[in-house]
């Protein structure tokens, strides 16, 4: 992948750290609204720097658009790169909805790229060794998942100084932020719910500080709860009638599972990296080489059913981004 990134955070470093560690990808430019911040993050990778998107998107350099900006601005950027005819890895959340997803989906179809959204839980070895070996649970009967995270801009939120991802403005708030890992996982592995409904604890501006979503299935009740106001659980707990499975982090990592079952314990602890960002990029670039198969489908059909469950239970709350109310976001 010759790639240009969008958003100059930590994540993006994190991601650019990933690319550099794979061999068969570069980071080609970087896009920034500030220049001088554009070339500061573009040194380290001798890529080019851009302040003006659109020139950055028509550098014939580039094939692949890493989308990192802030959640209120992902359906934008995406459209721009593939109006530009560049695959587009998407940060999570995708989009406010599946309205936005489907859009995306049928943009990318006619311009013949790919876009594919940047869950890590989807692209973990041990995601995959846990969807081969929950069949020893036998039936299941409870999951729990917790990402319990203390925010590092928490405070700043708390002094009202508006950091993004606590803001309807910007789209951000627990669900979409941390919740929608234990979402990716839980439905990855149980498919649609009966019910879901979203409990949120709202802060003094209306975004969700913490919450926890109830998913109804017919033999259990999966809890997925999240916080970025106090420090607490991260973990995985899926409970059957044969046994029992365990995630001794939360489900962006999913690191060390292990099964108990009256006769055995099996375990993985196949991460082997601190950076789980590695394991995206190189099934991304696989897939991206094969561009018409159906991991990518499947891949994007999922993404659509979350991002469809999330918005839904979201509005349930009560929980409405700017500008959605009157759907004017084409
Ligand atoms: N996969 C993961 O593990 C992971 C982890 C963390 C975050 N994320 C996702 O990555 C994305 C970025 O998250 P973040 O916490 O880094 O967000 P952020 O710092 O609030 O914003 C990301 C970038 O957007 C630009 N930006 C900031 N405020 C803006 C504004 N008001 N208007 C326009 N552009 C603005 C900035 O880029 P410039 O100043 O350079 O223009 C900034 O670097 C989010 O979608 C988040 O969900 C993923």
Redesign the pocket.
């Known amino acids: 992948m010759k790639i240009l990134t ?7 470093t ?2 650019c750290e990933a690319v550099l560690k794979s061999k068969h990808s570069t980071i080609n430019a ?5 220049l001088k ?2 070339e500061s ?1 573009a040194r380290p990778y001798n890529a080019l720097s851009y ?1 003006n998107l659109e020139h950055a998107l028509n550098d014939i350099n580039i094939d692949t658009v890493y ?8 359906f934008k950027h995406a459209k721009q790169a593939i109006e530009a005819n560049k695959n587009v890895i998407l ?3 995708s989009t406010h909805d599946a309205k936005e997803f489907n859009y995306l989906l049928e943009m990318a179809k006619n311009h013949k790229v790919i876009i594919l959204e ?3 839980t989807m692209f973990l070895p041990n995601h995959a060794w846990i969807k081969e070996n929950i069949y020893r649970l036998g039936i299941i009967k409870s999951v729990y998942a917790a990402y319990h995270q203390y925010s590092s ?1 928490y405070e700043a939120y708390l002094n009202h100084e508006d ?3 606590f803001t309807l ?2 789209s ?1 708030g627990c669900l ?2 941390l919740n ?1 890992y234990n979402l990716h996982f839980i439905l990855s592995l149980f498919d649609t719910p009966k019910k879901a409904k979203y409990y949120p604890v709202l802060g003094y501006n209306g975004i969700d500080i913490s919450g926890v979503a109830i998913l109804e299935y017919d033999s259990f009740i999966a809890i997925a709860s999240a916080s970025k106001s106090h420090h607490g659980d991260q973990t995985i707990v899926i409970e059957g009638e044969l046994g029992t499975l365990r995630v001794s982090s939360a489900a ?1 990592t999913l690191r060390h599972v292990t099964i108990s079952t009256k006769d055995a314990t099996f375990s993985s602890d196949i991460i082997d990296t601190q950076n ?2 590695e394991y ?1 990029v190189l099934v991304m670039e696989a897939l991206l080489k094969e561009p018409y198969n159906d991991s990518i489908h499947n891949l994007n059909n999922h993404s659509l059913k979350v991002i469809d469950i999330m918005s839904k239970i979201r509005k349930d709350a009560n929980i409405y981004f700017e500008g959605e109310k009157n759907e004017t976001l084409f």
């Not at 969008?6 to 993006?12: A, D, H, Q």
């Not at 989308?67 to 992902?74: D, K, Q, T």
Request: glycine share 4%; hydrophobic share 40%.
């Open positions: 969008i958003g100059t955070s930590i994540i993006t994190h991601f970087v896009y920034s609204r500030d911040k554009a993050f302040d989308v990192a900006s802030v959640n209120n601005l992902h940060e999570k959340p940047a869950i890590t801009k950091p993004n991802i403005t910007h951000g979409v932020d929608v962006n789980v960002l995206e």
